[in-house]
């Protein structure tokens, strides 16, 4: 039986989780999240997480799974996430993910290709190769070999063309191949993307006002704390908007006011990232959300879509924007 996974993204700041909150509530669903800083215990005020309020409301999960010393791939994510929908009864349980972690979405949609374990004798013998010969070199071996790979790689990613030329020789096949194979054999999923879309300038401001409340919450007690403790943080914990930032106040080499200004252009940076990923899927919904406006109205618009493609086959495309 196929299974439709409803996604409702946006940038940072859009909203989406209010918005993503007021729907599950009227169809009494559970939320899925799909933001990578939701996952670590402790990381409250700077990841902007749901309330105790809204998840004793509606169910939610993949919120404080890990431990912020820890780390969580998107191929672990996609795998916990299916086993979630697995045991439920797809008749009896709504589930609505929501989140803006690109890469983590994708890896929903697309499914994560592992191939086969690393062969170190062949990425040594390939990485020198390159130094000797140039990048250019190696992505020439892979046009031969995987020319549709090799026209999605700049020659200049050099660890994803070793790997692309790894795996074709150790099964003697392109990973390209090997990929399309993956999908088709993929369990029988269909996806429907919702796209919340804000003004630049919108969104700016929401960001803007946004970090000014993260750290009068006390983002820096925050960070603080989660540095005192003797397991410290992973490097993907230390990389998260404001936590970043703040970590470099606390070392001494900012301001604080330099860390606001920094985590306001970093955050706006990543939302324009956002934005240039999710229109790279295919056949997303876009969903025109106006200044000021709060979640009831686009809420309704997201619950008459659901409706209508809980139903009939999914991902038709249908522009809002």
């Given at each position: 039986?196929?299974?439709?996974?409803?996604?409702?993204?946006?940038?940072t700041?859009?909203?989406?989780?209010?918005?993503?909150?007021t729907?599950?509530?009227?169809?009494?669903?559970?939320i899925?999240?799909?933001?990578?800083?939701?996952?670590?215990r402790?990381?409250?005020?700077?990841?902007?997480?749901?309330?105790p309020?809204?998840?004793?409301?509606?169910?939610?999960?993949?919120?404080?799974i890990?431990?912020?010393?820890?780390?969580?791939s998107?191929?672990?994510?996609?795998?916990?996430?299916?086993s979630l929908?697995?045991?439920?009864?797809?008749k009896?349980r709504?589930?609505?993910?929501?989140?803006?972690?690109?890469?983590?979405?994708?890896g929903?949609?697309?499914?994560?290709?592992n191939?086969?374990?690393?062969?170190?004798?062949?990425?040594?013998e390939?990485?020198?190769?390159?130094?000797?010969?140039g990048?250019?070199?190696?992505?020439?071996?892979?046009q031969?070999?995987d020319?549709?790979?090799?026209?999605?790689?700049h020659?200049?990613?050099?660890?994803?063309?070793?790997?692309?030329i790894?795996?074709?020789?150790?099964?003697g096949?392109?990973?390209?191949?090997?990929?399309?194979?993956?999908?088709?054999?993929?369990?029988?999923?269909?996806?429907?993307?919702?796209?919340?879309a804000?003004?630049?300038?919108?969104?700016?401001?929401?960001?803007?006002?946004?970090?000014?409340?993260?750290?009068?919450?006390?983002?820096?007690?925050?960070?603080?704390?989660?540095?005192?403790?003797?397991?410290?943080?992973?490097k993907?914990?230390?990389?998260?908007?404001?936590?970043?930032?703040?970590?470099?106040?606390?070392?001494?080499?900012?301001?604080?006011?330099?860390?606001?200004?920094?985590?306001?252009l970093?955050?706006?940076?990543?939302?324009k990232?956002?934005?240039?990923?999710f229109?790279?899927?295919?056949?997303?919904?876009?969903?025109?959300?106006?200044?000021?406006?709060?979640?009831?109205l686009?809420?309704?618009?997201?619950?008459?879509?659901?409706?209508?493609?809980?139903?009939?086959?999914?991902r038709?495309?249908?522009?809002?924007?």
């Open positions: 039986m196929s299974i439709t996974l409803q996604i409702l993204t946006g940038p700041a859009c909203d989406k989780t209010e918005i993503g909150f729907v599950a509530q009227k169809i009494k669903g559970e899925i999240s799909a933001d990578s800083m939701l996952f670590y402790g990381m409250d005020i700077g990841t902007a997480k749901p309330s309020g809204m998840r004793e409301l509606v169910p939610h999960h993949f919120i404080d890990v431990d912020p010393w820890e780390s969580y998107v191929g672990r994510y996609v795998d916990d996430v299916e929908i697995d045991i439920a009864d797809s009896e709504k589930f609505l993910i929501v989140g803006g972690s690109p890469l983590y979405i994708k929903l949609v697309d499914g994560i290709f191939g086969p374990e690393a062969d170190w004798n062949i990425r040594r390939l990485e020198e190769l390159a130094e000797e010969k990048n250019q070199h190696v992505h020439d071996i892979l031969k070999i020319p549709v790979k090799a026209g999605e790689l020659p200049n990613n050099l660890r994803r063309i070793i790997r692309a790894e795996v074709y020789r150790i099964t096949k392109p990973v390209s191949v090997l990929q399309e194979e993956y999908k088709l054999a993929r369990k029988s999923y269909r996806f429907n993307v919702m796209c919340i804000r003004e630049r300038e919108d969104i700016c401001r929401r960001i803007n006002e946004r970090v000014e409340i993260m750290f009068d919450r006390g983002l820096v007690g925050e960070v603080k704390s989660l540095l005192e403790n003797p397991e410290g943080l992973s993907q914990a230390k990389q998260a908007l404001g936590y970043k930032e703040v970590i470099q106040y606390l070392d001494g080499l900012i301001t604080l006011d330099d860390a606001k200004d920094m985590v306001k970093s955050t706006r940076r990543f939302a990232r956002q934005m240039t990923w229109r790279s899927f295919p056949d997303v919904q876009w969903l025109k959300a106006e200044e000021l406006e709060g979640p009831g686009i809420s309704d618009e997201i619950i008459a879509l659901l409706d209508a493609d809980f139903t009939p086959a999914c038709t495309g249908r522009n809002l924007h």
